[in-house]
């Protein structure tokens, strides 16, 4: 049957297609949905989660990379289809992904954790700990954990370390009360939490239960260990997501070598 002109659809029309980066969020986001739906086995909903986490590195790592490549270039010309320009659609991403990331904490807090407790499986934090199992962690933190640490505190001397894509890092707020100027007192520490060693740490328990604590909660708990002569005032983690979006023009490029580690 043929549409009159007046029923004619103009396949130009944005507002018929979706972003293509928008469209791979929503994906990602069927993804948390199979994490948050109660009918699938525990672990399971533990794995998707995982999932979640790991679709959503690559993502910022790579097609958000490449955006970020394009605002930095100049370029402001809008997409063929959904008409979206590449900064508009960094702030449509940043949107959404900070919604999914709400939820991924929601559920994995609430909804998993909780459900893995009455499994027997228990997640603990330094100040849950008996005074048998931090002295059982102190002891493990000493002998496993101290001697392959890289702490650094940031001045004139020590510029922020180059830490590795992915990697899990603790940030320190340090207080030196022997420096005479005030402005001098507060220095950043970084801390790279290693990668070599078992993120799960499993404690003394009784029973059938298997309680475990994070590794980066152990460290969190004895930076003053690491710092000494500054007061640590506080501590908080972050990892880092960086460019893997390479483009090189082999063509144009006298020395590749050179193009690569530009590029890197």
Do not use: C
């Not at 790592?61 to 063929?80: T, Y």
């Not at 939820?103 to 228990?122: C, M, R, S």
């Amino acid at each position: 049957m043929e549409l009159s002109k007046g029923n004619a659809v103009n396949l130009n029309d944005t507002a018929y297609y979706n972003n293509r980066e928008l469209s791979w969020l929503a994906f990602n986001e069927r993804v948390l949905q199979e994490a948050q739906d109660g009918k699938n086995p525990l672990l399971e909903r533990l794995k998707f989660i995982s999932i979640f986490s790991s679709n959503l590195d690559e993502f910022f790592m790579v097609r958000v990379a490449g955006l970020k490549d394009q605002v930095s270039a100049g370029f402001n010309q809008p997409e063929n289809k959904a008409g979206l320009t590449p900064k508009k659609q960094l702030n449509k991403i940043a949107i959404k992904a900070h919604e999914l990331m709400t939820v991924q904490y929601d559920t994995f807090k609430n909804y998993v954790l909780p459900a893995l407790e009455l499994e027997g499986i228990e997640r603990l934090t330094f100040h849950d700990l008996t005074k048998e199992q931090r002295e059982f962690i102190e002891e493990y933190f000493d002998e496993q954990i101290f001697p392959v640490l890289t702490p650094v505190a940031i001045d004139a001397y020590r510029p922020f370390p180059m830490l590795l894509n992915k990697s899990l890092n603790l940030a320190t707020l340090l207080y030196d009360e022997k420096q005479a100027e005030e402005e001098n007192r507060t220095k950043l520490g970084i801390v790279q939490v290693p990668s070599l060693l078992e993120r799960f740490i499993f404690l003394p328990s009784e029973g059938q239960k298997h309680k475990f604590i994070l590794l980066e909660d152990v460290i969190s708990s004895f930076t003053h260990k690491l710092f000494t002569g500054y007061t640590v005032s506080s501590v908080t983690r972050f990892r880092i997501t960086r460019n893997a979006d390479l483009t090189i023009h082999e063509e144009g490029a006298r020395d590749l070598l050179k193009v690569i580690e530009k590029e890197l």
